[in-house]
């Protein structure tokens, strides 16, 4: 197999940092679910948490940032950090903060009608997960009974207008349930429309397809079924140089709970830092730091330069 880096250098890409456009925050790996495809190997019993300093540090860092950039919040499940509603209210008074994104698995909103006001005040963009439009699937990669609970908030979010008023956009993601890569993005947004809508009335602005990234419990997953080899091979065959010049990286800097620096949630999983040369924390650090830094890569990378392209906003192409 050819190492991502030598692949890169093969093309003549350098992965430098760019403009930055997005700063995604992770506020910590706890999590109601147990997904098998999870790449943070998120869940019940991960108790790793945003503190309200390193919040305050995130939000000092974006106003000073004085450009307009959007805010990504992940986790785990945002909506297990005690401090979630604190910190939507805080962006929303910055002035230079364009979309506010929060990835949400739905389940977990259950019982959260008052988060979701706040959500709605606050026009926060909810990206929710939902791999598949069929209960079985669904049920397959994230639990017994996930699909109902998913069914019922997607009805509730649209009875309060999300995925209907222009302010209120609800985002769906699809990731294949196994060793294989996405299909085309546009023609499963296509099915996803179509199927929601009869089964069940549900409507939502756009659908994300990203691929597994082999990390985390989906390491774990292909390792135990001796699918890891091959899945590499697989990503590796469908290397398209002209995504590596639009990864998600060059244009994102990424927090995690304890206010350290990634250039992506994936190289945060592996503790791959953010080479800005100055500092690790958050607190230290102003956006000119991070001018032209060359982002450390591994083989994973490949997930995301594989066929269509692979982001946290969905496809490269
Ligand atoms: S994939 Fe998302 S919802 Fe599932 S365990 Fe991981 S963080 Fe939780
Ligand atoms: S895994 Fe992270 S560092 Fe690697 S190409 Fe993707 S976004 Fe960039």
């Known amino acids: 197999m050819t190492h991502f880096s030598e692949m890169l250098k093969k093309y003549s890409i350098k992965l430098n940092k760019k403009e930055i456009k997005t700063i995604q925050i992770n506020t910590g790996y706890a999590c109601n679910l147990n997904c098998a495809h999870c790449h943070v190997d998120a869940g019940k019993n991960r108790t790793e948490t945003i503190t309200k300093e390193v919040i305050d540090d995130c939000l000092k860092f974006i106003k000073n ?171 590796e065959d469908n290397f398209n140089a002209s995504n590596a010049f639009k990864v998600m990286c060059l244009d994102t800097i990424n927090i995690g709970y304890d206010g350290k620096v990634y250039d992506c949630d994936f190289n945060q999983m592996k503790n791959l830092l953010s080479q800005n040369g100055k500092s690790y924390y958050i607190g230290d650090l102003t956006i000119d730091d991070f001018k032209d830094n060359n982002i450390p890569v591994e083989d994973y990378c490949y997930g995301c330069t594989a066929g269509e392209g692979s982001s946290c906003q969905g496809n490269l192409s």
């Not at 606050?122 to 669904?138: D, M, Q, R």
């Not at 995925?163 to 699809?174: M, P």
């Not at 993005?185 to 939502?204: A, G, M, R, S, T």
Request: aromatic letters at 10%; charged letters at 30%.
């Open 65 to 235: 940032c004085r450009k307009e950039i959007d805010i990504d919040i992940t986790g785990g499940a945002p909506e297990k950090s005690e401090f979630i509603e604190y910190f939507i209210k805080e962006l929303r008074k910055l002035k230079n903060v364009k979309r506010i994104i929060l990835r949400t698995n739905l389940t977990i909103l259950e019982d959260k009608k008052e988060l979701i006001d706040v959500f709605k005040e606050n026009n926060v963009e909810l990206t929710a997960s939902l791999p598949c439009y069929t209960k079985e699937n669904v049920d397959e990669q994230r639990g017994n009974g996930t699909y109902e609970k998913c069914i019922n908030m997607l009805k509730y979010l649209n009875s309060i207008g999300y995925g209907i008023d222009e302010n209120l956009i609800i985002n769906l993601v699809y990731n294949p349930l196994d060793d294989y890569l996405p299909s085309s993005q546009k023609e499963l947004e296509k099915d996803y429309k179509i199927n929601l809508k009869n089964d069940h009335n549900i409507v939502f602005n756009n659908l994300y397809t990203i691929a597994n990234i082999p990390i985390g419990r989906f390491e774990e997953k292909l390792k135990k079924n001796n699918k890891y080899e091959a899945y590499m091979q697989l990503l």
